[in-house]
């Protein structure tokens, strides 16, 4: 007889297979409390269950959690950890500490297909989704292992935000993401607001409309240019539905988000996507048209990029661009860069099955190169 993984199902998924063992309903109310509220995966621990209902899950069931392979921790206290998905498969897994939050950023995929060109993950390929359980475990392992490593009290969480822009393009995972989604959401789960859970896409325009339908929670757009022949270079997706179809996918999911803006984000790529002309393009796109927040983000350089980092001063003027035009926007703060845990720099290890090493040497990224400094000019 086959284990079930208890990691594997939101709340309607354990009520129905409590039922199957002949158990009532409210039995999945309280072995869900216990295994993401207590971090239990002993359930003789779980005193309030039945002694019959006790023993068939030790036939049945179990709570399994991922292999730790590694652990490293940034000088600014970023942990991340480095989880054994099998057959030769790793996934990372990142918690960022604030000053008013602590925000987990997690995996989906063990690689990425959607290839790109200045994020590591991409550049391994893809070897397979990951399973509702797999995406769960991240969280589970490290809400309990910080709960108990920072002394935290039953009921104050370690954990208080996820970003689900770990490994991978979480809506090409739609199956396994959502009841995740709907556990972390969960009041007897962790109970994290919408607004603290954010899933990033890289541009999947139907399944942007299906989230909305599903379970919306915060959205974040991995953009990168403002117009369609840079975008395709940079973020292969979009030659599928294009920057129109994507916008008009941000404007249909607002209505339903529990925040009302759409937050985009935009990698700053030295003599790619960083010019004062293409920052009045950005504006021209978006603005009067989606409500929306911009987040600069640094490049993290590896060597297989053959990108550059943009310089301070031209992400600073790139921002002024968009300020100046009444668009919020903010530059993100490069978090555990010491130990390759920063935002496109998650890698893991990946048995391509995809031939990424091909494909990319063939399609280099058109970089210009410039002659003088940029001069920042008025929007």
Not at 46 to 54: G, H, I, T, V
């Amino acid at each position: 007889m086959s284990v079930v993984n208890l990691l594997d199902f939101d709340r309607d998924g354990l009520t129905a297979f409590v039922e199957q063992l002949g158990e009532k309903r409210f039995r999945a109310t309280q072995l869900f409390r216990w295994i993401h509220q207590k971090g239990a995966s002993d359930f003789d621990a779980m005193s309030d269950l039945a002694k019959s209902l006790r023993d068939k899950l030790r036939e049945r069931a179990a709570v399994q959690s991922l292999p730790v392979i590694s652990e490293h921790v940034s000088t600014d206290g970023t942990v991340k950890w480095l989880f054994d998905v099998g057959a030769g498969n790793a996934i990372e897994t990142v918690f960022i500490p604030e000053s008013d939050r602590g925000t987990l950023c997690v995996s989906s995929q063990a690689g990425c297909a959607v290839g790109c060109r200045f994020c590591s993950t991409g550049h391994q390929g893809f070897s397979r989704n990951l399973c509702t359980g797999e995406i769960l475990a991240q969280l589970w392992h490290a809400e309990h292992q910080l709960r108990r490593r920072l002394g935290l009290k039953e009921g104050e969480r370690a954990v208080t935000n996820v970003v689900m822009m770990g490994m991978g393009e979480p809506l090409q995972n739609y199956a396994a993401l959502v009841p995740a989604l709907r556990a972390m959401l969960d009041d007897h789960g962790y109970g994290l607001s919408r607004r603290r859970v954010t899933v990033s896409t890289s541009g999947m325009v139907a399944m942007i409309d299906r989230l909305r339908e599903d379970c919306p929670v915060a959205l974040a757009v991995s953009l990168h240019a403002p117009n369609d022949a840079l975008r395709n270079d940079l973020v292969p997706l979009n030659r599928k539905d294009g920057i129109e179809a994507l916008l008009d996918a941000c404007v249909r999911y607002l209505p339903a988000a529990p925040r009302d803006f759409v937050t985009f984000e935009y990698c700053m790529l030295d003599g790619v996507n960083d010019t004062p002309e293409l920052a009045r393009e950005l504006v021209r796109l978006v603005k009067g048209r989606v409500p929306c927040k911009v987040n600069l983000i640094p490049f993290n350089p590896f060597p297989q990029s053959g990108l550059v980092r943009s310089s301070p001063e031209r992400v600073q003027a790139f921002a002024a661009v968009l300020l100046r035009a009444g668009i919020v926007t903010t530059v993100r703060k490069t978090r555990g860069d010491d130990i390759d845990a920063a935002c496109g720099q998650l890698a893991g290890e990946v048995q391509d099955r995809t031939r990424v090493h091909q494909r990319l040497v063939h399609a280099p990224v058109k970089v210009v190169r410039r002659m003088a400094p940029m001069q920042e000019t008025k929007a």
